[in-house]
């Protein structure tokens, strides 16, 4: 599962581009169930459509009406323009309806439903905690879902009613997590298998909705059971695999009891991943994580309402993929990181998808290989082949020329099994990783434009730079990353930039000093120059995590906020602290005003805080959530507005002067971890830990006026053409809309280099390179002062050019003397004295040369 912390918005030529990263961790199988959301407490309130009875309603309605803050323009709502958003660590979570109009998938702790054709989405909302499974009835009238839960608590197994979109059933039988669910082909009853630490399948009677029969879903001396498959014209059967055990199971409606059949595997041992069953119930084929596909003959009755067998299921090959390029006894291939999900096309035919995104189209051989060495037989002959990106989790056809791929990395591509092409402008890309991939995409045609991958880490921080030509992340590996912003590329990296890996950043407006923070809690000055990025400054105040690193609009300030309680208002011209904030609470962000009179914090505390930057005093807390901790805050350009989130799962907008909340947005299934403002006012992107993205609509009453910085290069002259690489713009990405995704991957970076360290930088140097001068400057000041720097720019790139046929005549001891007021003008006389006397020595050299007629 994917997690959003991080939002980075730039508005160029009234486009809003919204940049998203960090969503933390894939989550294994183990993970999920050490995940809690909320508090843990032994009684839980019944989710949506639960019946409780007359003596709890008051007390339930209490507690629901405790998740909304009370104000006074509480019914306002904010309007969901678009979602991304798509859990694909969910084994065969992306389902197609019978329709073939409908997609089905799981997204935190709801269910989607995706029209394919509108892009119009609803949701089943009813479980407590994530989805761990889902599966859809052959008439497509039905849908069953299940859960995970804390440890030691009982999950939940769902049952819909497509037509109403609501809530039939529910029962708790399993414990901790439901590993598989699936229907009978009668649709009488619904079968659920559970996890490691219930380990029990259970059979539930729909029509009744009671219980009906149950049994220990493997052999003590095997693994646990992770997979379900029913057999679709004998209600009464089904399969169940997993790890070291495949087995086949038969209903006795009489009897009330399950009768089992294990598939006698012999020596091989295999841990089963996917199973698909052919459509006359006679083979069964069952990918393995091994990297081959298992096929079984099922031997059933010919009798589909007879249970009884007179032979047991029959282990017919294990296959693999023959390299007609290698000698027989070495031509069998297994595919990379197992099989994780299997089609079956025409007969003989098969769709595989592979662990490393491998997919291919193969047809079985019907070659007789009793000779064969290996246990592995060569059966499948590739016909076709493509690759996409992560590991596949969920294979499913649309119509007969065209399948759908679920990865992963959170992604929904659509195959042609014509030309086996990935058609990448029909893809669906509804979440955002941070994990290996940074992001960009376009919010008006809701479009992913660019991916950045970096193998192995994931990005903590991301932020475009206000001239548009950089994309800047931090990463956990320590190395600060800038990227082109067009085709990705990397133009810096600042290798070991913090030890425990980089948490946060952030950019001064003239992008010449970056700040970064880490996870040991230093704050790190960086001065970042085309050719060359150094140290400028260490803020060592932290003992936590750095959480939120905020610059105030004149470039003189930036606010730390750290897990250690602690907020701190540091001077970035003197790089000195000048207040510190308290609080009890970890503060999970903090960010200025934009007059930088005033800042505003979040943290576990539920509350949000107005802080003095003068003193540093409390000067106003709001409560901006009953039930978690706020993650995230941001202000528009104005200041009359903010935006929060938190784990309530709902984004709220408010009113910065009277504290009051003005709207609110509910839709996110999981934790929302950030929230940004756009530029121009009137959207608002949120990102939640499940890996949805949520974009905002602000109500017209509540937008304000578009106001955006200007550019201070705009009118800058053009420089004459050369054969160097052109600059990129984030501006540009507008005229690739109707492309396909433009995917790049990093180099590698050294990570033994060490960072650059400039031993000499004093205030004034900061000052300038801030564009902070205290004392304002006339027109003619300012333009007398540019021409001598430019003067000076040109001598000094003719004179480092030995070679040079322009002759320059200038008097270079005046301009040397101009520049010197200019960069020395706090030294006093006698060695500013001393310093034109060696430069004007110097100068004397290089007129001698020939290089210019000055004195």
Known sequence: MLNCTDLACVLHHHHFYAHLHHLKHHLSDDHHDSVDYHHETQSEAPPTGYHVESNDEASIQSLLNDTVISSANNNKQLEPVAIFGFDGNVPNGLRVHPDGIHLIFPLGNKVAILNFHTDKEDFLCGHTH????????????????????????????????????????????????????????????????????????????????????GAQSSKETTGHASRLCSLGNRSCVFVTGGEQNLRLWCIDIDKKRLFVHDVQMGKLGRDFTSIKIDENDEMMYVGTMSGDVVKVRLNCHENPDVIDREKAPVLLGCYGRHN?????????????????????????????????????????????????????????????RTRVSGPISSLQLMTPDMALVGTKSCEI?????????LKFNFSLVFATASY??????????????????VHNFQAASV?????????????????????????????????????????????????KILVSGGIEGQVRVWRIEPMNQRLIGVLKEHYAPITSIAINSFDSEIVSASSDGSCIIWDLVRLQRRHVLFAHTQ????????????????????????????????????????????????????????????????????????????????????????????PNGKFIVSGSFDGGVFIWKIPD???????????????????????????????????????????????????????NIDPCVKPDDLLETCSMKSEPRSEASANKKMTERNNISQIYRNCHTWNMKKKINLDGENVLKGVLRLEFEELDHDKMTFIIKKITKIGMKWAEKGLFNGK
Not at 165 to 184: A, D, G, N, P
Not at 436 to 453: A, D, G, N
Not at 481 to 496: D, E, Q, S
Not at 719 to 747: A, D, F, Y
């Open 130 to 213: 994530t989805v761990s499974c889902l599966n859809i009835s052959n008439s497509g009238k039905k849908i069953v879902s299940g859960q995970v839960n804390h440890m030691g608590y009982r999950a939940y197994v769902i049952v819909w009613n497509w037509e109403t979109r609501q809530e039939i059933l529910r029962h708790e039988l399993h414990k901790v997590r439901i590993e598989s669910v699936c229907f009978t082909s009668n649709e009488t009853y619904v079968i659920s298998l559970g996890g490691r630490d219930c380990g029990t399948v259970v059979v539930w009677n729909v029509e009744k909705n009671a219980p009906f029969c």
């Open 436 to 453: 290996e991939s940074i992001r960009v995409w376009s919010v008006t045609k809701f479009q992913e434009l660019l991916r950045i991958v």
């Open 587 to 678: 503060f999970n962000c903090a960010t200025f005003l934009p007059n930088a009179v005033q800042v505003l914090t979040a943290g576990s505390d539920k509350s949000i805080s107005y802080w003095e930057v003068y003193d540093g005093t409390q000067v106003r807390e709001i409560q901006g959530s009953k039930t978690g901790p706020v993650n995230f805050i941001d202000i528009d350009s104005s200041g009359d507005q903010f935006v929060s989130c938190g784990d309530d799962q709902i984004v709220r907008l408010w009113d910065y002067q009277k504290g009051e909340e003005l709207c609110n947005g509910v839709g996110h299934a999981g934790v929302v971890t950030v929230c940004k403002y756009a």
């Open 463 to 511: 932020l475009f730079s206000r001239d548009g030509k950089s994309i800047v992340s931090a990463w956990n590996d320590g190395v600060i990353r800038a990227f082109t912003p067009l085709t990705g590329k990397l133009i810096y990296a600042i290798p070991n930039a913090h030890n425990k890996g980089c948490s946060s950043i952030v950019m001064t407006s003239n992008c």
């Open 324 to 384: 007609p390029r290698k000698p027989p006894g070495k031509d069998c291939e297994k595919y990379n990181n197992g099989v994780r999900d299997l089609l079956l096309l025409a007969p003989g035919y098969l769709l595989i998808g592979a662990g490393d995104g491998q997919i291919e189209l193969v047809e079985e051989r019907n070659c007789s290989f009793k000779n064969y060495k290996n246990p592995t037989w060569p059966q499948f002959k590739t016909i076709r």
């Open 701 to 755: 009453e509540f937008q304000k006026c578009e106001t955006i910085p200007k550019n201070e290069n705009a009118h800058s002259k053009k420089l004459p053409k050369s054969k160097m690489r052109p600059i990129e713009n984030v501006t540009q990405l507008n005229s690739r809309l109707k492309t396909p995704c433009h995917i790049c991957e990093c180099p590698k970076v050294d990570t033994e280099k060490q960072p």
């Open 413 to 421: 591509y659509s195959l042609c099994l014509k030309d086996f092409n």
